[in-house]
């Protein structure tokens, strides 16, 4: 297979590893590295791969220091706990890792510890290619090895801010926590089940915890707040209660003196002190192979969150729950097959649930779950709340499709959604206690019942919602457009989300066709984020659409790997390449091989203009959206001029994304600020992948399937891409390979 067809299924969830990039601005310090082996000693120095340690104890029983390196023997195990000591610092973090070839290096818990991996009080680390499980052993009771088990947990109990936790390329399994829920009756108690716990004794094993408390619940003192948790490009499987969890401490045990740090009751609360910058990306969880587990991510006290690009297969109670959380996004996530578990009463896809402000649940595809969306503000004693849930594909569901539970003062706009189930005999049901107010508006409902239920109430707002011909609208929608959905394909049965990242583009086989009654039919919704599901403008037409998506499917735009090209100059005008090569070369030429082919730009003296040495891809009518832009590249010279690998332009021809690899050094502009994003090595392919948005006019930009820039701005304005080019011009001299490009329209994460 060529280069980018193993890209293609390695991305997005399992990251490549090849290269981490930092911002110049987080360079890290040099540390020692520090290597473990159980084919060492550890008397040992342990500063080399001849001489490594041997002991989890070794390495526990050290203080490390601001930029050292800890890197645990592929292939090895390691039975017990790992919990070395010592804080990193700002731009030198505490780091583990592997080194060797084979599988990732295991730390087995076993039911022994109640952490296999542990961070306590501890700041700065990362956690990177470790295979993680805590299982204790099975008895004849069901449920009775359940206890308080994680596979990784940071913690945190001293009353200050700790700082940057980056969990990446992680396999967390088979921990078998215990399940205790925060209400419920005790009358319904089973081995390692257990109800009516409150808050801070429940819901806190699983796979990977982030937790805080306090030395003693009777004088809490200062709240201890986690800030910059990362976790991703990982998989957590079979690991009860859920599978990530963060959680702040809120002092309401027996005997505790009450915080509120964790929990609030007004929006405002000033007790409330949350964890801040958390992001949860591209992690494959699945609770499959487990009676016990149940949510895939658990998002509670929380201030400031992403959770993008996950697949979620057949968990229990809710794929992403937010709780007593602000301001947190959850989009381009898969989420499938969530049911009933543990003694849990719910099963949906999403749930914003209690004291949730600024939610924002969008881009999603839930499929084949018990329930598709839940908004579940439901404490009657907590009045705010407020949530937008915009542009997903709801398919599948067997009880709710839209479930209301909303208190008095809770707000939540629903939007251009679908909703598609062939057997739920419920569409939108549950209630909104007034003076909340749910508003539905251009979501698509679509059902193979002829009778199911729209919960009618004055604080359920219906306007211009689509239904399908068998269907009766709601009786109070202002607006009801009704017919034929006409969708691409509804009996489209995969493929689906897997380890290698969420098949999104499965979903675009519910946008509609021409023709369909729901196109240019929908009402305008101020604030609406400008793109539907496949990343096309909203409206494209004379109005937006009824549903997920703006006409028609997401399209592959341009696609080359230039094997199919004879071997030498490139002319222009091939394959519909403009080439410029006044005094110098672009050329197809076979590397890595004969079958693999590549083109070759070579610049050794001036010409060429502006354009220089140039392979560029032209758009009569400029692209517009999200655009993704994916290519390897490669320098193989020694003069290391500067060469723009890609460059993107506006219809004026000026740049706006631009990103380099020049004497050494990976670049790329963050507006006007040229920023260093790390080193290149000769002779070696790089990955580029650049999300371009020209409607909010900001990009992505991921190497070797690490994200490096999050919603950068461009250099200047550019409402369509009309050129990306591959180039170098002027004094700047030397060579790059270019091969696999892929330019693409639609959903920008895991594209």
């Not at 280069?3 to 290269?19: E, G, H, I, N, Y």
Request: hydrophobic share 35%.
């Amino acid at each position: 297979m060529s280069r980018a067809t193993v890209a293609a299924l390695c991305a997005p969830a399992v990251a490549l590893a090849s290269l981490v990039l930092v911002p110049a601005q987080e360079a890290y310090a040099a540390g020692t590295t520090y290597y473990v082996s159980t084919s060492g000693s550890d008397t040992n120095a342990g500063t080399s791969t001849g001489a490594p340690w041997r002991s989890l104890s070794k390495v526990n029983s050290t203080t490390f220091q601001p930029g050292d390196t800890i890197r645990f023997e592929s292939g090895d195990s390691w039975t017990g706990q790992l919990w070395p000591k010592g804080s990193g610092a700002d731009g030198a973090p505490i780091s583990i890792d592997s080194y060797g070839a084979g599988a990732k290096p295991k730390i087995a818990g076993q039911g022994t510890v109640g952490d296999a991996v542990r961070l306590n009080n501890q700041q700065y680390w990362e956690i990177r290619n470790l295979d993680v499980s805590n299982a204790a052993p099975a008895t004849a009771t069901p449920g009775a090895n359940l206890g308080d088990f994680r596979g990784i947990g940071v913690h945190g109990d001293n009353g200050q801010t700790l700082h940057h936790f980056v969990i990446d390329s992680v396999d967390v399994h088979d921990v078998t926590g215990e399940v205790k829920w925060v209400g419920g009756s005790t009358a319904d108690n089973k081995p390692g089940i257990t109800f009516a716990q409150g808050w801070d004794r429940s819901k806190d094993t699983g796979g990977i915890a982030f937790l805080t408390g306090v030395k003693d619940i009777t004088t809490p003192g200062a709240p201890t707040v986690l800030d910059d948790i990362t976790v991703e490009n990982s998989t957590i499987k079979n690991t009860s209660f859920a599978g990530i969890i963060t959680k702040q401490y809120a002092g309401d045990a027996p005997g505790a003196v009450y915080t509120g740090w964790g929990k609030r009751a007004t929006a405002s609360d000033p007790n409330f002190t949350p964890y801040t910058n958390v992001t949860f990306r591209g992690n494959y969880i699945t609770q499959a192979n487990t009676s016990y587990g149940c949510n895939g991510i658990y998002l509670t006290g929380v201030r400031g969150g992403l959770v993008e690009g996950n697949v979620i297969d057949r968990v229990g109670v809710s794929g992403v729950e937010t709780n007593m959380a602000d301001s947190v996004t959850v989009q381009h996530n898969e989420i499938m097959g969530t049911h009933l578990a543990a003694g849990g009463a719910d099963q949906n896809g999403l749930d914003p649930d209690i004291a949730t402000t600024n939610q924002l649940f969008q881009y999603n595809y839930l499929h084949d779950n018990g329930d598709g969306i839940l908004l579940c503000a439901c404490n009657s004693s907590i009045h705010f709340g407020s949530v937008v849930v915009r542009y997903n594909v709801i398919t599948g569901s067997t009880r709710w499709n839209l479930h209301l539970s909303q208190s008095a003062g809770t707000v939540a706009n629903v939007y251009n959604n679908i909703f598609y189930s062939k057997t739920a005999p419920n569409m939108v049901d549950g209630g909104v206690t007034s003076p909340g107010k749910v508003t539905l508006t251009n979501n698509l409902f679509v059902s193979d019942q002829s009778s199911v239920v729209f919960r009618q109430e004055s604080t359920i707002v219906y306007n211009n919602n689509g239904y399908s011909s068998n269907l009766t609208p709601s009786a109070s929608d202002t607006h009801p457009v009704v017919g034929a959905p006409q969708f691409v394909n509804s009996a489209v049965t995969g493929p689906y989300g897997d380890e290698n990242g969420p098949r999104l583009s499965t979903a675009a086989n519910f946008a509609l066709q021409s023709g369909s009654p729901f196109v240019d039919a929908g009402a305008t919704v101020t604030g609406n984020g400008g793109l539907d599901f496949a990343g096309a403008p909203v409206p494209i037409g004379n109005g937006p659409e009824i549903g997920a998506f703006e006409r028609g499917a997401p399209t592959i735009a341009f696609t080359d790997g230039f094997d199919n090209l004879a071997t030498g100059t490139l002319a222009n005008g091939t394959n519909g390449w403009r080439v410029i090569s006044t005094n110098n070369d672009v050329s197809v030429v076979d590397t890595p091989s004969a079958t693999d082919k590549s083109v070759r730009l070579t610049r050794t003296v001036d010409g060429g203009g502006t354009d220089g040495t140039n392979l560029a891809r032209l758009f009569s009518t400029p692209m517009q959206g999200v655009v993704t832009i994916d290519t390897q590249v490669m320098r193989n010279d020694s003069q290391a001029g500067w060469f723009g690998l890609p460059y993107v332009y506006n219809a004026s021809g000026v740049q706006a994304v631009s990103v380099a690899f020049a004497r050494g050094q990976i670049h790329a502009y963050q507006g006007t600020t040229d920023t260093v994003l790390g080193s290149y090595t000769n002779g070696k392919w790089y990955r580029v992948t650049l999300t371009v948005d020209t409607v909010n006019q900001r990009f992505d930009l991921d190497i070797d399937g690490n994200r490096v820039l999050t919603d950068a701005a461009f250099r200047t304005s550019m409402p369509g891409i009309a050129k990306i080019a591959w180039y170098s011009n002027g004094g700047e001299r030397g060579s790059v390979h270019v091969d696999d490009v892929r330019i693409s329209r639609g959903t920008g994460y895991g594209q």
